[in-house]
């Protein structure tokens, strides 16, 4: 169980950094030029959110330790740098990178899923949803964490499917995405 928990800490404190280095690559972008930015920077942004919610839950199943942590700045100061100047170079090619990245992640939570299913994480399939899980994902009374799970394979899902739609659009077309979707 610690090894799927590690994995999904880990993976959701760099998932996060796409959809903020994009909103915010493309907010100054559209403060230099002073044009519109057609309503990417929201989705994007939300994107963000949503991932950082996905940690948030995560963080409820078990705490890193420093090295841990050590790790994750490591790994974030690394990444960003690297999607920063990639996006820069190319943001089609960042969409459809993370749309790939995003199919990975429902690979993962599916696999979580069948392991619940097949008995392999009891303590997961009687946990409770954390609050937070609850609130955000507005879950019933009493969800439990496979619940919780189904919820965050779903955005992951949403992603992929944003992330390919952006990279298959021009950057000066207007996101088919309106806030919330």
């Not at 700045?73 to 100047?85: D, K």
């Not at 960042?94 to 995003?102: A, I, M, S, T």
């Not at 879950?139 to 992330?163: F, Q, T, Y």
């Amino acid at each position: 169980m610690y090894s799927i928990c590690r994995r999904i800490i880990f993976l959701e404190t760099v998932a996060g950094v796409p959809g903020m280095v994009a909103a915010m690559t493309r907010h100054l972008h559209s403060l230099r030029r002073m044009r519109r930015d057609y309503g990417w920077i929201h989705t994007l942004l939300e994107e963000a959110e949503n991932e950082r919610m996905h940690l948030l839950t995560a963080l409820h199943l078990k705490r890193p330790g420093p090295f841990f942590r050590a790790c994750v700045i490591l790994g974030q100061g690394i990444f960003v740098n690297f999607f920063i100047l990639s996006y820069l170079i190319s943001p089609r090619f960042c969409h459809r990178f993370v749309g790939y990245l995003e199919e990975e992640a429902v690979i993962t939570y599916t696999k979580c899923l069948n392991q619940i299913d097949r008995g392999y994480l009891p303590m997961w399939a009687k946990m409770d949803a954390p609050d937070i899980a609850r609130t955000y994902w507005q879950l019933k009374p009493d969800a439990k964490m496979r619940d919780v799970i189904l919820a965050i394979r779903a955005d992951e899902a949403h992603h992929r499917l944003v992330n390919h739609t952006l990279a298959s659009i021009n950057p000066e077309q207007k996101n088919p995405y309106k806030p919330g979707e």
